[in-house]
């Protein structure tokens, strides 16, 4: 795969993301480790709560959908992450939903201060197989540049 | 442990968690399954890269985190996560790195239209075992009150 520079994103281009499947397992699995709210672990807590069953932590939501978009990303130059934006939360991730992720480049800046770099963005809407809204949040990134300028 | 309602909080109380401690193969564990990164998966591409070496996906850090946070947390009467703020990350988390995390209860608001529930956010700021600030984020909260105003 060629190497993919500053220069070669395109603002507002959307990036090629695969669907993300939820398993109950995994959804228990993930927020035992690093979410323990009793609605992302215990059946019969989620039950009572007010979403009436099981929901996966919104951690490993923004996880499992980071994992497609930097599959999606192919071989950019990325040298670091700088940040991420905030994280909205529409609706909760159930065991069985399989979530969209239309990830898009945005906000592309070329680094006065070094010229050699710039800064990416990449915003994502991720939806469910319902085509209802489930999250909005973005990633920051610092990328190569081919050509210093 | 008593439960504790929306009434219990108190703008600005810190929460008192425990350390973070990070490990060579939880790191690249959780990279290799959410943020496949070379920097975060590879020790060769990471010595190349600008961190010098192997560094932990800021999800890894910022999940490992919020496991402290939950369980500072005690028997808060949550309903829901509403979102996140924006995560500022200053410096890297490498392996053998013990996080410290300064959590504080802020944002508290009332519901108007609800007044059997308020809003709480969780303000984090998360240093190094060198005192370095490594990041910088907040969590919001539906929280249940014990009285209806």
Tied chains: 1, 2.
Excluded at 112 to 118: F, L, M
Aim: proline content about 5%; overall charge neutral; glycine content about 6%.
């Amino acid at each position: 795969m060629r190497k993919k520079y500053w220069e070669d994103l395109k603002e507002g281009e959307r990036l090629t993301c695969r669907p993300v499947p939820f398993e109950r397992s995994d959804i228990i699995f993930f927020a035992k480790k690093f979410d323990p709210q009793p609605f992302h672990t215990d059946e019969a807590a989620a039950s009572a709560s007010i979403f009436g069953g099981l929901i996966a932590s919104s951690l490993h939501a923004l996880a499992a959908c980071t994992r497609v978009v930097v599959e999606a990303q192919e071989d950019v130059a990325i040298i670091s992450g700088v940040g991420m934006d905030e994280v909205k939360m529409f609706n909760p991730v159930r065991p069985g939903d399989v979530l969209t992720v239309e990830a898009r480049w945005s906000d592309l800046k070329r680094s006065r201060s070094q010229p050699d770099k710039g800064v990416a963005g990449i915003r994502c809407k991720v939806s469910n197989q319902r085509g209802e809204p489930v999250m909005e949040y973005g990633y920051r990134y610092m990328i190569a540049c081919r050509d210093v300028a």
